[in-house]
C-alpha cells in the first residue's frame, strides 16, 4: 500500500500536518498509537495565535461546536506575592481588539483534529504503532502492528513526518534522538474542583526554587493543574505526588486561598523527564514536528501551539519536495531553517526566565516591576498566547524596565545613550 506521506502520530501537530497535506490533495496516512483520543499530561491551553492554523486545516467550525472555555488572559504572580492580571493584546501587539484562547479537554480536542484530517482525505488509521522503518533511495517502508491483529502491516510513503511525542519512535529509528540534557524536570498534572477565584484567564504562579504552578479553566468548572519542578524534588516524592502539590500549593499565599477548599476531581500524573532532544528535526526522507523535534520546558504554555507551527511548517516544505521529487535530507533541510527562525528567539527568552525564576530576590524585583509597569506585563501575557514577538522583550525601552527592576538605582546608568544601547 502507497502513500504520499506517512504521519506518525495522532496529536495535533500529526493531524495537523495530515488534514494541511491532505487538502493538497495528497495521499496521506495517519497513525496513531491509541485506538481513541486519551487523555495526556496537558494544560490544555489552545493559544490565540493557535486558530489561523487550525482554520487553514479546517477544524474551526468542528471546535466551535465543541464545548469550550474562552481563555482571555493571563494572571502572573510571583512568590513574594506580586500579582498581574492583563488580557491577551491584539496580535503582534498593536491596537486592534483583543484576542482569546479556549481550553478544553485534549481527548476531544485530538479526536476532532484527526476526525478533521480523515474529513479532508487523509487514512486514519487508530490503534496502530510503528515498529520499524527503513528508508531507501525509492522511499520509506514502514512496519505497522495493529491492535488484536497478530501480523504486521507494510506501507511505502515518499515521506515521513514523525509526530509521535517525547520519546518519538521515529527520530529513534532515524537515529535522529538524543539523550537530555541540561537540569531534568517533572510536571504533576490533574484537575481540581472548588478552586476560588478561578476566572476566564490562566494563571501562571512562580514558587520559591525554580518551580511553578500553571492553572487553566476548564469548561465543565474544574481546574487544569500542573506543578513543574526539578526531578531531583520530584523524585523525593515519589508516589506521593498528592503531598508534593500539597506542598508547592502552600509555598504561595495567593494558591493557599485558592485551595483552601479545592478538591482532587481525578488522579495524579506524573510526567518525567521532560525534557527530549534531537540532533536535527529532519534527515531524508523525515521530519520532525512538535515535541517529537525537541521538548523544552512549558513555562510559557506553548506545547500545543508549538506542534501546530511546526507542522505547519513540515506541510509546506513537504508540499514542495514532492512537487519536485526530491525529499532528500538537503532538501528538508529548509525546515530546519525555518523552525530554527521561528524557535531561537522563544528559545532565548525561555532560557532567560528559567534562570529568572530560580534567583528569588530576583523574581521579586521583577514582579513587583511587572505591578509598576502595566505594558511589560501585557508584553508576557502576549508571549503565553504567541501574539508578540520574543524579540520585543529584547527591545532597548523595555530592557530598560526590567533593569530598573532588577537592578534598582543604576538602569539609568546601565541603559543610558552613548553607552551600548540605542535610546
Known sequence: MDFHIAVVGGGPGGSACAALLARKGLAVLLVERSSAPAEKVCGEFVCPQSFHILDAMGATP?????????????????????RVDAPFPAAGGGCGPPRHGVSLPRPRFDGILQETAALQGAALWRGTRLSALEIGPGGATLTLRREKERASLRVRAQLVIGADGRFSAVARQSRLSLPPAGRARAAVHGYFEGVRGLGDKGEMHILPGGAYCALNPMPDGTCNVSCVDDLEAALRWRRREAGLLRDRLRQSALLREMFSRAAPAGPLRVLAPLQARTRRPYAERVMLVGDAAGFYDPLTGEGIYAALQTASMAAIVAERALSQGNCSEESLSEYGRMRAHWIRPKMLVWRLLQQLIRRERLVARFGAQLVRAPELAQLLVGLTGDLVSPLALLRPSILAKVARGLLPGSSRHLLAPGRGMAP
Open 62 to 82: 468542528a471546535l466551535a461546536r465543541e464545548p469550550h472555555r474562552k481563555v482571555t488572559g493571563m494572571v502572573l504572580s510571583s512568590p513574594a506575592g506580586h
